[in-house]
């Protein structure tokens, strides 16, 4: 059976959520987004959720154990079974070693890291103009703006600016990410899995160079 194991990286608002729309559509992939499951947890009130608060509220990570418990959860149900498609995960070192080891253990290896890049004036645009709805799906009041303002198309629900999502949070998690995520580059580089896509242009550009590439990944793991 052929497994598409995909990895959605790159900075904070380069688009990665955008593009996982479509990807999860056209490939039929399960998606764990760690900062989705976080805001969730959140909403909920659930002990984790508080404790998690206090760290995005910051623009810090999480501790790494609690996110590695999340992701590994997931992939461990029958959903996860023929592919999956992380975002935001892993972040650190220590979180893609225990991705590593998770999948070992489960028989399973990855087939990609598709990396998205932005530089960080175009982040702080997009970031300043993102609204979410309550489900995770993503607007811009410029860029990708909802039919009618502040109301998601898809399920009619309130669109807000995310509490972390004000400029002096963006600038420590955008510092967060070049200090702590970025070595992850070179890690999956030197794994041969590497795929970096350029993600300045409009958002249905940069979804043709990554559809063109899971389409030869998922081709070349059938063969
Ligand atoms: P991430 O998941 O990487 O944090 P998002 O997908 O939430 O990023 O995108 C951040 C913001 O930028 C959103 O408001 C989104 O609508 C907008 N956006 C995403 N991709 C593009 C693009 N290629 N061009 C312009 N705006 C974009
Ligand atoms: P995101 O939705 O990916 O922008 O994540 C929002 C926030 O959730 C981050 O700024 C972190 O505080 C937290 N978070 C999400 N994913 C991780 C992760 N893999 N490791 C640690 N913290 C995370």
Redesign the pocket.
């Known amino acids: 059976m052929s497994q598409l194991n995909l990895i ?1 990286m ?12 479509r990807l999860t559509e056209d490939f039929g992939l399960p998606y764990y ?1 760690t ?1 989705d499951l976080l805001r969730a947890a959140v909403r909920e009130g659930t002990e984790l959720g508080r404790e998690a608060k206090k760290y995005m509220d910051a623009g810090d990570l999480v501790p790494d154990e609690v996110v590695i418990g999340m992701i590994v959860e997931a992939l461990g149900t029958d959903e996860a079974e023929d592919g999956f498609l992380l ?2 995960f892993p972040r650190t070192v220590p979180q893609a070693d225990a991705l590593g080891r998770a999948l070992e253990q489960l028989g399973r290896r990855l087939n990609g890291v598709l990396l ?1 890049e ?1 530089p960080d004036e ?2 702080e ?3 300043s ?4 709805s309550e489900n995770g799906r ?7 703006p909802p039919k009618t303002e502040g109301v998601c198309d898809v399920d009619g629900s309130a669109l807000i600016q995310r509490d972390d999502d004000k400029p002096e949070t963006v600038r420590k998690r955008l510092a967060v990410y070049h200090e702590q995520t970025t070595p992850l580059i070179a890690y999956y580089e030197d794994l041969g899995l590497l795929h970096s896509f350029d ?8 979804y043709e160079h990554l559809r063109a590439t899971v389409s030869t990944l998922r081709r070349e793991d059938e063969a």
């Open positions: 959605l790159g900075p904070p608002g380069a688009g990665k959520g955008t593009q996982a729309e987004a900062g975002d935001g998205i932005a175009e982040i645009r997009r970031i103009g993102r609204r979410v993503v607007y811009h009041v410029e860029f990708d993600g300045s242009p409009p958002p249905a550009q940069v």
